[in-house]
């Protein structure tokens, strides 16, 4: 499974991005995707996940504020997510990771569960 992430930049504090992963090649064999992010000088923290089923989970510190979708493209076999990030403040700033999970488990939050992941891109909020 190959991911590829995009959509991080450059934004002022109480706006918006969208951020999108597209998974391709053995989709068969997964099944939650999820966006973590790692900011300077801290560990790797998950943010959304989501489940093939659209099943969701949020930080706690990002509820209200980021969604999670999905979009299951059995025809052009590739599964994208997203990541909607709305009213962004300074502590989002980060480097945000798609990863994926194989179908073994259901809405997983152990980072170790997650096999596969995407490059990262940077998200910059400024105050």
């Known amino acids: 499974v190959q991911l590829q992430a995009s959509g991080g930049g450059l934004v002022q504090a109480g706006g918006s991005l969208r951020l999108s992963c597209v998974a391709s090649g053995s989709l068969f064999s997964i099944n939650a995707m999820s966006w973590y992010r790692q900011a300077p000088g801290k560990q790797r923290e998950l943010v959304a996940a989501?489940?093939?089923?659209?099943?969701?989970?949020?930080?706690?510190s990002v509820k209200g504020r980021f969604k999670v979708s999905r979009d299951n493209d059995v025809v052009n076999r590739k599964n994208t997510v997203y990541l909607q990030m709305n009213s962004l403040k300074p502590e989002d700033t980060a480097v945000y990771y798609c990863?994926?999970?194989?179908?073994?488990?259901?809405?997983?939050?152990?980072?170790?569960?997650?096999?596969?992941w995407g490059q990262g891109t940077l998200v910059t909020v400024s105050s």
């Open positions: 990863a994926a999970a194989p179908r073994t488990y259901g809405l997983t939050l152990e980072e170790r569960r997650y096999e596969y």
């Open positions: 989501i489940t093939s089923g659209h099943s969701t989970n949020y930080a706690d």
